[in-house]
């Protein structure tokens, strides 16, 4: 399957009903966040697009030289295509001025996707994130933070998540640092 992608943000009804289907189906209820969350000034939503076709998003924040991947998922056929790399490194190119990080479920952690997370983790370091010191709890389950272009401290990564879904957001979503 070929991929010619591009990378252009979410604006119309269509595409978020996509983003919130695909949303819903490639991520477990504890680890999503109400998807109304996703409608503040300071969230940034990224449709993938192969050719015409919807094949992905990604929903993030840039605080300061911050810049925060909360969700990203590639829809299923499409999926080891090399459209989420591609994805990244359109990315990586538009916010080269940034630090950017992400939050993976621990894969480390005795579980029943053990295997999906370690290929997860391989995944984001073939594409040049690297494993930070943080760890971090989020609304209930331990999550370790990835980096590109340096790396973030539990009070950056507080200050992002305020920016992105308002005050009170650190307690909302029960963020606690696990390192």
């Known amino acids: ?14 595409e978020s009903d996509y983003i919130k289907k695909l949303y819903k189906d490639s991520f477990p209820r504890l680890e999503r966040k109400a998807f109304f969350r996703f409608n503040g000034s300071n969230i940034l939503k990224f449709i993938i697009k192969n050719g015409n076709e919807n094949a992905g998003f990604m929903i993030c924040c840039r605080y300061k030289d911050l810049f925060f991947i909360d969700y990203f998922a590639v829809d299923e056929k499409y999926r080891n295509c090399g459209i989420g790399g591609k994805a990244l490194d359109i990315i990586f190119e538009r916010f080269g001025d940034c630090r950017i990080f992400l939050e993976i479920e621990d894969p480390s952690v005795e579980c029943d996707n053990k295997l999906q997370r370690e290929k997860r983790l391989k995944f984001y ?6 494993v930070t010191d943080l760890k971090v709890g989020l609304m209930g389950f331990d999550a ?4 590109v272009r340096g790396t973030i401290d539990f009070s950056e990564y507080q200050k992002v998540y305020v920016h992105a879904y308002g005050r009170n957001a650190d307690r909302r979503f029960r963020l606690k640092n696990k390192t």
């Open 125 to 130: 370091l073939k594409k040049g994130f690297s």
């Open 1 to 14: 399957m070929s991929s010619q992608i591009n990378v252009i943000k979410a604006c119309c009804k269509r």
């Open 144 to 147: 370790l933070i990835l980096a």
